[in-house]
């Protein structure tokens, strides 16, 4: 069974700052997908990037980059240039066809950007 | 406590058929949330429940779905008639009172419609 372990339950920013947050993972497959999702108080959750483990270089989405490390099992979210709107859950997440093609969520970390 | 607890874990079923999908939040939570879950269009919010109260519903697609929860320990997604199409993973949903809370999710219904 896979896991997925985010130890950050809450992390604060300033506006403008860049912030890292923290996801490992467990598994025995070797090939997968790994997805950082943002739930802002409006529930619904938003796909904020994704990682492909066959590709050695780390995603990116304007603002947002992973450091993904295949050995270590770890998949951090780098949030450069904070802003207000940032402000949300954040879930990472594991999905793998040869794991019953279902998402396995992290507990999630609560990111707070002040002004 | 053992967390949000879905079932079933698979359904397949036949187009036409009506489908129950059942959720049991964590004790003393008090939003309850369903969401649908396809590669397409990832995580989708279909509607979820204050107090047992449907706040939000504008995520339901149609009005094939309804969802109910008669008390503050279970809920269901019903869709009748099944279709093809509603073939996903159903997360439900729990998190304490709050805004930013903390949202446990079950591990989800493949369902598949045949």
């Known amino acids: 069974a896979q896991t997925v372990t985010q130890s950050q339950p809450e992390m604060s920013v300033q506006e403008a700052e860049t912030v890292t947050l923290s996801c490992t993972y467990d598994?025995?497959?070797?090939?997968?997908?790994l997805f950082w999702y943002k739930q802002p108080p409006s529930r619904q959750m938003i796909l904020v990037i994704r990682?492909?483990?066959?590709?050695?270089q780390n995603a990116t989405e304007n603002r947002f980059s992973v450091n993904f490390q295949k050995a270590a099992k770890s998949f951090s979210l780098k949030i450069s240039d904070s802003q207000l709107g940032d402000t949300a859950m954040y879930f990472c997440?594991?999905?793998?066809?040869?794991?019953?093609?279902?998402?396995?969520f992290g507990g999630g970390t609560r990111l707070m950007v002040k002004p | 406590d053992a967390g949000v607890i879905q079932s079933p874990r698979h359904e397949v079923t036949e187009m036409g058929q009506e489908v129950t999908l059942r959720c049991k939040p964590i004790?003393?939570?008090?939003?309850l949330f369903w969401y649908r879950q396809t590669m397409m269009r990832g995580l989708e919010l279909l509607i979820y429940?204050?107090?047992?109260?449907?706040?939000?519903d504008s995520g339901m697609p149609e009005d094939r779905f309804s969802a109910k929860m008669p008390n503050a320990s279970f809920s269901t997604l019903k869709i009748q008639p099944s279709e093809p199409r509603d073939s996903a993973v159903y997360f439900c949903?729990?998190?304490?009172?709050?805004?930013?809370?903390?949202?446990?999710f079950g591990q989800g219904t493949r369902l598949t419609v045949v």
């Open positions: 997440a594991f999905f793998s066809n040869n794991a019953g093609n279902m998402l396995t």
């Open positions: 004790s003393g939570h008090d939003y």
């Open positions: 990682q492909e483990a066959y590709k050695q």
């Open positions: 429940f204050n107090n047992n109260v449907p706040i939000d």
């Open positions: 598994t025995s497959e070797s090939n997968y997908y």
């Open positions: 949903a729990s998190s304490p009172i709050g805004t930013l809370t903390e949202a446990f």
